[in-house]
């Protein structure tokens, strides 16, 4: 009953490309159940868990669970390099790294807790997480090696290439 | 020039080419061939071959009955070896992509096993029955849906294109052409008949907020991959996509349903779609910051790039597939815009100094790749053949060298200049910069 308000209103003012009626088949979902599906980060730091962690602490995280893919200090062997390219994007041969290109530090933090370890995503603690954001901002020279990164500090860390991007839309 | 290669000159069967009309230089001609007596003018040449003694034969085929019915068909066996070809990050098998072979395909419609892909953590095997999409954020109410209650739903079905932001960068980017087909070079766009329910029932059977601007749509692989969407698009033309050609996806295109975005670069059409999430302001996931933004020679990117641009490429002949020797052919090419219908496609056979327009194969739709094709009278010497689309906006595509000039070659996404394939005197294919 509560949901039937809406539907009716947009029925007379929206004018998408669909003019389809619903049969109303949701099913309203629990917050808690919300919450748990709900792991997204904003560039505000929304969403950001309890837990810290520094760049010492994650320096042993990054051992055990990053290290085969992207190499010693994140230097991309195997895979995506993740420290250094600073002042490269206007070189032949751009780096495009978390130091270099990425704007916002709190897109860390979401990436590692999605998709993160490649085989084994989802596994880390958020106090490892913190860490692991913590000690890949300290090697790109961003924050101090014992400053600890939590829901506060995160989104308050200014990436160096954050005012490079230009918004093609809207 | 015009008619200067018409005068008598034998084609490789010996006999004097029909008095065909020359549209554009080195051989290009009149588009008519295909409206009207295309099909008999082209075949023509082949018609030799069979002698009467081989005409009599009974071929083994014809002399027992064939194979008995099957529950799911499959190709005939001569052309399994048409095959994508994938390409995965160091350490993994599922990270990464693979490309449709155009040069192998006709039409406009891309088989659904041949439909390119892009993974970020492989392909998950879901179960429908499991499998449930979450819409919540700044809706009146959060709603799960299931795959029984969305096959409930109105659907719509469109045939339209899907191409990956990065598709061609590999060989339009690099300071020199790059050996390979065509669809190892151009091959991370596909075309499909779409099916499914328009997500703007969905968000309004939610109940959207005054504030919501954007959603971000979230993956059920493992990796979870996000990307935001504008709300306006999510409330224009956005699918939930079930059906993918007539049948349920495939799991590697985002089975048991995807979000698809006609015209909207490929990564945004997010598969195995299990969230929505309506936002006021974009994530800033990593795909949409550090991945799909476009770097400029001064060093700032352009974020958010999300239509794809009028493109074309000529698909045979094309690197692989050699001319057996002068005489007629057809070219024949696919033609695409993000921003709407392609108005016409103009092919040139002598490097861009001269153009003809090519006929279009209807239908002509929407965001749909579009088949162009073009008569050719190739006379046996080098020749630099290549295509240029235009879409109903008027966008025309550029030339390499222009994109190159205005973004340089770093920004990695969007590129869509013009193709160029070299023909050589002995018939073989390549691709060259122009």
Not at chain 2, 5 to 25: I, T
Not at chain 2, 36 to 57: D, F, I, P, V, Y
Not at chain 2, 85 to 109: F, K, N, Q, V, Y
């Amino acid at each position: 009953m509560i949901r039937s308000l809406p539907i009716i209103l947009c029925a007379g003012l929206c004018s998408g490309a669909f003019a389809q009626e619903s049969p109303n088949l949701g099913v309203p979902a629990d917050p808690e159940e919300v919450a748990a599906w709900d792991i997204d980060i904003g560039p505000d730091g929304a969403g950001l868990p309890a837990g810290a962690g520094t760049a010492l602490e994650g320096e042993a995280v990054y051992a055990i669970q990053c290290l085969t893919c992207h190499g010693p200090e994140g230097n991309g062997q195997l895979n995506d390099v993740l420290v250094g390219g600073h002042g490269s994007l206007t070189n032949p041969a751009p780096v495009k790294t978390i130091g270099s290109f990425w704007p916002y530090a709190t897109t860390i933090f979401d990436y590692i807790r999605r998709s993160m370890p490649y085989l084994t995503p989802r596994t880390l603690s958020d106090d490892e997480i913190y860490a692991l954001t913590a000690y890949l901002l300290y090697l790109n020279g961003i924050i101090a090696e014992d400053e600890a990164m939590d829901a506060e500090a995160l989104p308050a860390v200014v990436m160096p290439n954050r005012d490079n991007f230009i918004l093609a839309y809207p | 020039m015009q008619g200067a290669f018409m005068a008598n000159r034998k084609s490789a069967s010996g006999r004097k080419p029909r008095n065909l009309e020359q549209v554009a230089g080195n051989g290009l001609l009149h588009r008519r061939l295909f409206l009207t007596r295309g099909a008999a003018a082209l075949g023509a040449g082949s018609l030799g071959l069979l002698t009467a003694a081989r005409a009599q034969e009974l071929p083994p085929w014809m002399r027992i009955p064939g194979a008995p019915m099957t529950g799911h068909g499959r190709r005939a066996r001569y052309e399994e070896h048409i095959q994508r070809l994938t390409t995965s990050a160091p350490g993994t098998d599922g990270s990464g992509g693979s490309r449709t072979p155009l040069e192998a395909l006709e039409g406009m419609i891309t088989p659904s096993g041949l439909h390119f892909e892009r993974h970020h953590s492989g392909v998950p095997d879901i179960d429908p029955d499991a499998h449930r999409l979450l819409i919540h954020g700044l809706v009146d109410q959060a709603l799960f849906f299931d795959m029984d209650a969305l096959s409930r739903y109105p659907m719509v079905s469109r045939i339209q294109f899907i191409e990956c932001s990065g598709n061609s960068r590999l060989t339009g980017l690099a300071p020199e052409p790059v050996s390979g087909t065509c669809g190892e070079l151009h091959g991370l766009v596909s075309c499909s008949e779409w099916t499914g329910v328009p997500l703007s029932i969905l968000l309004d059977e939610a109940g959207l907020d005054p504030s919501a601007h954007w959603i971000l749509a979230e993956g059920a692989d493992a990796a979870a991959m996000t990307r935001s969407v504008p709300l306006a698009k999510a409330m224009d033309d956005a699918l939930l996509a079930i059906y993918q050609n007539g049948e349920r996806l495939r799991p590697e295109n985002g089975y048991p349903v995807r979000l698809f975005l006609p015209g909207y670069e490929g990564n945004m059409s997010v598969k195995w779609l299990r969230r929505i999430k309506v936002t006021a302001a974009p994530m800033m996931t990593r795909e949409e910051t550090s991945k799909y933004t476009d770097l400029l020679p001064d060093g700032r990117s352009l974020m958010f790039t999300f239509p794809m641009d009028v493109k074309s490429v000529i698909t045979s002949p094309s690197p692989g597939l050699e001319l057996a020797g002068p005489g007629l052919y057809q070219i024949s090419g696919m033609a695409w815009s993000g921003l709407g219908r392609v108005a016409r496609v103009e092919v040139s056979a002598d490097g861009g100094t001269s153009w003809a327009e090519a006929a279009l194969t209807e239908p002509v739709l929407d965001k749909a790749v579009t088949r162009f094709r073009m008569a050719w009278r190739w006379n046996g010497a080098p020749a630099v053949i290549m295509s240029r689309a235009v879409d109903e906006t008027g966008a025309v595509q550029p030339a390499r060298d222009a994109i190159i000039a205005a973004k340089g070659v770093n920004f990695a996404y969007h590129y869509n200049g013009i193709q160029a394939w070299r023909v050589g005197a002995d018939g073989q294919v390549v691709n060259i910069h122009v």
